[in-house]
Structure formats: structure tokens, C-alpha cells
């Protein structure tokens, strides 16, 4: 018998149909035989949310009036995805969403289908926290998601006629969006510019103009737990609406102007990821989401109160930055605290350090956020002072640590320089309680090198909370027919909200009859992906060849040039004789990535792909055994598409390079092998699922450390392994460039003469890896069964795991009782 733990529905079939049938009639205004799916789509997301309305109110309830302390996570980004199916999980209701609109004449996923993805984010970042926020409603902990709701996310992506990627803007707000509930009511004033005054000894900020902030709450339904927290995006609005009448007629046009100005601060998602721009825009977002997310807070668990005691406000609550986007809030904090509730400075400072944590996601240098004192001074004048301040305390702390000049010098929030700067990073590690790093790997690496000096002089600082992805979304949803098989293997549904249940599957991958309907699972939703592929995007995969995915953004650290020029090199043997066509193992090659707009070299690694695409696709001598495909516009619904059916993926970033990486654990809690470096959560993954069921190549970040000392010359690669040469001559010699040798020239020069992360220094044992994993896949039975225990092994990366990490290690609170 199978134990069902899923949530019951709060309504039948026939409530679900009327509700529908209401909301056409009153909010869309058309009839069932008039509406359309996109009608059906909007009228089904309202029902879902009045059913979850009482829920959302108890829990807001319980959460102010409880004694349970909240999370506030405060990320620029949410990559939410689409969010009906994802409700409808979560609240128990997909059977009578389909059967209601069955009965009303439409098809649930033509219906599904026509929202709108809400792309807030660039990639795994603002994934991590769209999973997060799932987890901490799943897990019953009090919380808000605070951010942004950027009018445009992230660009859709198109490529041209020559395959070079074109950055189009997604307007995602074209039509009715019926999850967020725009909030008028509860707006919050947030100023920039002006100048700082002194009066009777107190600082006093004399903004010179503000923006509305609007917040636009989205529900985020539990899995299974009964409540219902708030995912608070804030919208920019003008106030100038208000001034407007007194302006007369011949100001009228001048008069909207500001208007434009103000409404831009929540305009663009910035599409750059791991290399922050500093522009003046940006720190404008960060500001504002942050600094009306604090207002927020302090209505919402103080109501109705002109004195609050906000010495209890980390009892309140715990902020985690994600990453130092938010980080101004710091100083933020500081200046409410100071100013208009007038705090001292200590205790202030008391308060903040007990309520911020930092998270940081990545190791690159470059992308650690600095911004200049002067920029900060112009927008925030009051705040530059603060930061001073607390880098001068922090400086007196220091010399009571250590008397080690150097490393205090090196330690400056503000630099001591003739344009000074501020290290937001240092910021958030001085002004929180914890900082954590996102997998062993990386944590470690962040204590060894990036942060050394502070990990030196604050060891307890430190910890570790390893990624993780929610269940729901990227197994029972993107792979129904998975979860019927781990629902049938363990006997329990329960799995879906204690992931580590998935053990239980280790046992029935000796059983031979399990494996191959493991096996007949992937092979259908390989069978569905190429439909998807064929209708989304007219290309023809075949299910029968391994499927083999890269999706992430396109970054050199990541490598998708290792992945392109072993391709390149695969195809030069077949078409040199060197390896007969009869012998080649069938493979489909898929990416999916977006490059920043800015990013030269990733653009022109899209190209290339495009290009080797269309030369392999077209060449009758590979006979279809080597097939490439670039579906443009990588999104979250793609990748619920691919990931189920995806038989190898590929984690191969230069070690030391990737922070985590989540697409790895979605992958292997789908059963695909991972090819990958030891890099980020790989490291963990590999640990969990066996190094027999992983296949690992090159180098480890010590060998990486070792190289860059001795002084890297590629071109050495490129001369000793004749297979590298034959693909990068390739690229140079016009055959993916219609006889063009200009066109990869600069990526051809970056490979030879720089080659920042080593790949052609890991491409004779990326090469290598590639025949066992060829071999292993001519035995479907072994590599299934080996992809199933990738599946029971993967457990420990569920978001509701990472969640109870960060409950134990740094927030210190937990469920809504
Ligand atoms: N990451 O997506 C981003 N954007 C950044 O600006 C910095 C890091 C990624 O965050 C993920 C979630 O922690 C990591 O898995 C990934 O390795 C990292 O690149």
C-alpha cells in the first residue's frame, strides 16, 4: 500500500469549475465559450489564491503575534519561474485544477502554457532563492522574500541569422498578472541625494528626492504544511502623480519628467552575472529594495507604534543577504536606528550585527561588489558618513586583535586611497553575525583566500551551508513520471518533503525489472523533450542517442569552450577517418545559455556553437550521429523540460571556480551522470552518489594554484595533444565561419596566449573521460543503474535540507508552531 502525505485539496472539482466560471465572468468579463486559454490561465491563478488566502492571513498572524523570530531574505533577484502548476502542487489541487478545466473544454497545459515567466534573475543566484523561499514556506519557518519587481527581467534571448546572440527585452507584465498583488496601501517612502546637516550636535539627512515603493506580495504556498508565506516585491512609483495638479498646463510635460526617473529604479534586472557593474542605477535598486524591505519590517512587527523597542528586532527577525547586493542595508539599519529612533551608536551597532547574515556566492575577485565612496556620497550621502564611522570602529577593533599593520591595512572597509572605496563584502562580514559559503568547497576557499584575514581574527564567523533545489519543483513537477516510480519504489509520497527518503531506492537498484523501468522513465521523457524541442524550436532530436545537456550562463569559468572543442575535436576524427562512423556512440549535444550583453568572448562562444551546430547538423558524413542544439532563450521552463531527460550533464568549470552550481543536483536527482571537474557542490555530489557513479577529470584547485605559479602557457597544450590543435585549427581556419578566418580569431588568440581558466590545459583528460563514459552507455542496464543511485544518493541537496542548515548554523529559529 501506498502511504499518501500529499496535501488534500480545500476544494472539489465542481467548486474549482465554478470558481473559474466566476472569476471569468467578473474579472475577465467573457464567458467560458468566450475565454481564451490565457483567460482560463488568469481566472484558475485567482482561485488558486482565494483558497490560500485564509491560510496567508493565519500565517501572518501567527508570525507577528508568535514567538517565533522570521527570516527575511533580502536578494535582488527571485527566478521564480511560472507559478500555477507550482501553486497547485503545493496546495494540493492539481488534480481538480485539470479535471475542472477539462470540463470546461481546455487542455491544463495549454492553459499552464500561457503565463508568463516572471524572469527576475540571471541565473542560479536567483534560483537559490526562489528554491529557498519554497523551502522555508515548506518547512512552516516564518519568512518574507524581499526584493524587486523589475518590469523587465532578464532579456529574452534570439539568435540571428550568422548565430550571434540578440538580447530582446521580456515585458513579462503585458498581460494580467494574477499572482501579484499590488499593495497601495502599504508603500514606503525611500529618498536619495540631498545633503547631510548638523543640528544641536545629530546628523541630520536632508534627501533631495524620493520614490514611492510599492510592494507587490506574491504568496508562497507550502508544500504540504498549511501555510502560506510572502514573497514582498517592491515597485518603483513616482510621487509626482500627487504633485501633478499643481502644476499648470505648459509645465505639464516637465512635470511627468521625474516621473520617468523614479519608475526606472525598478525597470531592468541588470543582465550581468558574477561581474557587478558599478552603476548608479544599481546601487539606486539595491538601496531601494532594502531600505523599504527595513521600513517594512519595522510596520509589520511593531504595528501602530511611535517608540518602538527595536532593541527586540533581532528577536523579530533574521536578515540574510544574498550576497552583497543588499548589504547596503547594513549602514541602512544603522542610520534608521540612529536617526529617527534615536539609538546610540552601540547599541545600534549591537542590534545590526545581530540581525544581518551574509552569504556569498561566488570566488571570483571581480564579482565581489566595491563601490566608489564618491557614488556612494552622492546618492546616500548620510550612509557614506555611517560607513566611515563603522570603518573606523572596525579599525580600532582590529589593532585590539592584531598588530599586524599589513593585514588591518588590507583589512579596510574603505579603502585608503585618493578615490576611496567600499569593499561591500567586508561590509557585510563586519556588520553581520555569520558569513556562509555555498558549498564545502567553496566555504573552505572563502576562509583560505578571499576572506583570510577576517576568517583569521573572526574563525566562529564562518561556516558553511551547502545548496540545495526544491523537490517539488524540479522532480515532481519537471518529471511526473519519476516521482510515480519513487512513489511506487518507497511505498510513501513522503519523499517529496524528506528528500533523504530517496535512500530507500538504493536497495532496488540490484533489482534489474526496477532499473529498466527507470530506464523506460528517462527514455519516455527523452521522447517528450523531443517533441518539445520539435514544436518550441522545429529542431529534429533523436530520443535513441545520449542525451547530453550544458545548461547555465555563458562564462569562461564555466567552459563551454572545453565542451565546444572536444566536440570539434569528436567531429575532425570522424571526418579525418580517424575514428570509422560505424564506431562513433550516438550522441545529442544541447546547450542553453545566456551571455551578458557586455560579454564579448561568451558571445562569440555562442556563435561558435551556433555555427558548429549548423556544420555537424548539415553534414551527411556524421549521419545524424553527432547531433548539436542551442534552444535559445534558456529559462526555468526549459530546464524542467531538459533536465528529465537529460542522460549526461556537464559541471565542468575550472576548479575553484564554480561556488556551487544547483544545476548539478537537479540533474542527479534526475538521473543523469555528471561529467565534472572537482569544483563546488560536484565535490559533495560526488561524495554522496559515489565516485564509481560520477565521471571526474582534470584538475584539482591545488594543481590550478600550482600551474598559475609556474606560469600557464597554453600554447604548449595546444601544440603536445594533436586532437586539440586539429579542433582549435578548426575554429581558425573558417570551416564554422563559411571560410571567414577573422570571425574566432579573438577566441582562437584568448585560447593560445591567455586562457585565463585552463581549458586547454583539461582537455587531454576531458577527452579521456569521454570513452568510459561512451563505454558505460553501450550497457543501458549499467548506466542506469547507476543513474538510479545518483537519484537515491542525491537526497541531502533538497533546499529543505540547506534550509535546516541555515536554521541550526545561523538564523536559530524555526517553525511556526
Ligand atoms: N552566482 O548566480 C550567481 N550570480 C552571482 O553573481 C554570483 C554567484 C551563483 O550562485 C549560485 C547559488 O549559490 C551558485 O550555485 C553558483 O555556483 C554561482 O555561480
Known amino acids: 500500500m501506498t502511504e499518501i502525505t500529499a496535501p488534500k485539496s480545500p476544494v472539489t472539482t465542481a467548486e474549482f469549475t465554478e470558481g473559474i466560471r466566476e472569476q471569468l465572468k467578473y474579472g475577465q468579463g467573457v464567458t467560458p465559450e468566450q475565454a481564451t486559454p490565457a483567460d482560463v490561465y488568469v481566472a484558475s491563478s485567482l482561485v488558486v489564491r482565494h483558497y490560500l488566502q485564509d491560510a496567508w492571513f493565519k500565517t501572518q498572524q501567527d508570525m ?78 516564518p519568512a518574507f522574500g524581499y526584493g524587486i519587481q523589475y518590469r523587465y527581467g532578464i532579456f529574452r534571448q534570439e539568435f540571428d541569422e550568422e548565430g550571434r546572440q540578440i538580447e530582446k527585452p521580456e515585458y513579462w507584465l503585458a498581460n494580467d498578472e494574477p499572482w501579484g498583488h499590488v499593495d497601495y496601501n502599504r508603500s514606503q517612502k525611500v529618498s536619495f541625494g540631498g545633503d547631510v546637516i548638523e543640528k544641536n550636535g545629530k546628523k541630520i539627512w536632508k534627501p533631495a528626492w524620493s520614490v514611492r515603493a510599492v510592494p507587490v506580495d506574491y504568496m508562497v504556498p507550502g508544500y504540504a504544511s498549511g501555510r502560506v508565506n510572502t514573497l514582498r516585491l517592491w515597485s518603483a512609483r513616482s510621487y509626482d502623480e500627487f504633485d501633478l495638479l499643481t502644476f499648470n498646463k505648459s509645465e505639464y510635460l516637465d512635470a511627468v519628467k521625474p516621473k520617468v526617473k523614479a519608475e526606472d529604479i525598478s525597470k531592468i534586472l541588470y543582465p550581468e552575472d558574477s561581474t557587478p557593474e558599478g552603476k548608479q542605477l544599481r546601487l539606486e535598486q539595491q538601496y531601494f529594495f532594502v531600505a523599504a524591505s527595513i521600513q517594512d519590517v519595522i510596520r509589520v512587527f511593531y504595528p501602530g507604534q511611535d517608540k518602538p523597542d527595536l532593541t527586540t528586532l533581532p528577536e523579530k527577525i533574521t536578515f540574510q543577504l544574498n550576497d552583497t547586493h543588499p548589504v547596503i542595508g547594513i549602514p541602512e539599519l544603522m542610520r534608521v536606528l540612529i536617526d529617527e529612533y534615536d539609538y546610540d551608536w552601540d547599541t545600534a551597532w549591537d542590534i545590526t550585527t545581530k540581525t544581518f547574515n551574509y552569504t556569498c556566492h561566488t570566488l571570483l575577485p571581480e564579482a565581489l561588489e566595491v563601490w566608489p565612496a564618491s557614488l556612494i556620497g552622492e546618492l546616500l550621502p548620510r550612509h557614506l558618513d555611517i560607513i566611515k564611522e563603522i570603518n573606523q570602529h572596525f579599525l580600532d577593533e582590529l589593532k585590539t586583535k592584531t598588530r599586524d599593520k599589513e593585514k588591518i591595512d588590507r583589512m ?103 532499473v529498466k523501468k527507470f530506464a523506460a522513465v528517462k527514455q519516455a521523457n527523452k521522447e517528450d523533450f523531443a517533441a518539445y524541442a520539435k514544436r518550441e524550436y522545429g529542431f529534429d532530436l533523436d530520443p535513441n542517442t545520449m542525451f547530453n545537456s550544458m545548461i547555465k550562463r555563458l562564462h569562461e569559468y564555466k567552459r563551454q569552450a572545453l565542451k565546444i572543442l572536444a566536440l570539434i575535436a569528436k567531429y575532425a576524427d570522424i571526418k579525418s577517418g580517424k575514428v570509422s562512423i560505424d564506431d562513433v556512440q550516438p550522441r545529442t ?86 561529467v565534472g571537474t572537482l569544483d563546488g557542490a560536484n565535490v559533495e555530489i560526488r561524495e554522496k552518489v559515489g565516485a ?45 565561419s563559411n571560410g571567414d578566418r577573422n570571425t574566432y580569431a579573438p577566441l582562437v588568440a584568448d585560447w593560445l596566449t591567455k586562457d585565463w581558466f585552463m581549458t586547454l590545459a583539461d582537455f587531454t583528460a576531458y577527452s579521456k573521460i569521454q570513452s568510459d563514459i561512451e563505454a558505460l552507455y553501450r550497457d543501458p542496464l549499467e548506466w542506469n543503474r547507476k543513474a538510479l543511485l545518483n537519484v537515491a544518493n542525491s537526497g541531502y541537496f533538497s533546499s529543505d535540507r540547506s534550509i535546516q542548515d541555515y536554521l541550526e548554523r545561523i538564523w536559530h529559529t524555526g517553525p511556526l508552531a
Request: aromatic residues 10%; contains cysteine.
Open 64 to 141: 507577528v503575534n508568535g514567538h517565533t523570530k522570521a527570516v527575511g531574505y533580502l536578494s535582488a533577484e527571485f527566478l521564480i519561474g511560472k507559478q500555477l502548476r507550482n501553486a497547485l502542487l503545493n496546495a494540493g489541487m492539481l488534480d481538480q485544477f485539470d479535471a475542472a478545466v477539462e470540463g470546461l473544454g481546455f487542455d491544463p497545459q495549454t492553459v499552464v502554457d500561457s503565463e508568463y515567466e516572471p524572469a527576475l534573475g540571471n541565473g542560479g543566484l536567483g534560483r537559490l532563492a526562489a528554491c529557498y523561499v519554497d523551502s522555508l514556506a515548506s518547512l512552516g519557518v
Open 589 to 674: 549535444v544541447i546547450f542553453g545559455a545566456k551571455a551578458a550583453p557586455g560579454y564579448y568572448l561568451a558571445k562569440l562562444t555562442i556563435q561558435l556553437i551556433n555555427n558548429v551546430a549548423r556544420v555537424v547538423n548539415n553534414d551527411p558524413d556524421i549521419k545524424g550521429k553527432l547531433q548539436v542544439y542551442y534552444p535559445w532563450n534558456y529559462n526555468v521552463r526549459l530546464a524542467q523540460h531538459l533536465i528529465p531527460a537529460t542522460d549526461l550533464d556537464e559541471q565542468i568549470s575550472q576548479a575553484g571556480k564554480e561556488a556551487s552550481g544547483t544545476g548539478n543536483m537537479k540533474f542527479a536527482l534526475n538521473g543523469a551522470l555528471t
Open 412 to 514: 579596510r572597509i574603505v579603502t585608503n586611497e585618493e578615490n576611496p572605496k567600499v569593499r561591500m563584502a567586508y561590509l557585510a562580514t563586519a556588520g553581520g553575525s555569520h558569513v556562509n559559503g555555498v558549498a564545502e568547497l567553496h566555504s573552505q576557499l572563502l576562509k583560505d583566500v578571499t576572506l583570510r584575514d577576517f576568517s583569521d581574527l573572526y574563525p566562529d564567523k564562518f561556516t558553511n551551508v551547502t545548496n540545495g533545489v526544491t523537490p517539488r519543483r524540479f522532480i515532481r513537477l519537471a518529471n511526473p513520471r519519476l516521482s510515480a516510480l519513487i512513489t511506487e519504489g518507497l511505498g510513501t509520497d513522503k519523499w517529496l518533503s524528506d528528500l533523504e527518503l530517496l535512500e530507500g531506492l538504493v536497495p532496488l537498484a540490484k533489482d534489474d525489472e526496477f
Open 692 to 736: 564509481e557513479n560520477f565521471f571526474l577529470f582534470g584538475m584539482t584547485v591545488d594543481e590550478v594554484e600550482a600551474l598559475y605559479e609556474k606560469g600557464y602557457m597554453p600554447a604548449e597544450y595546444y601544440e603536445r595533444d594533436p586532437r586539440l590543435k586539429a579542433a582549435i585549427d578548426m575554429v581558425s581556419d573558417g570551416t564554422f
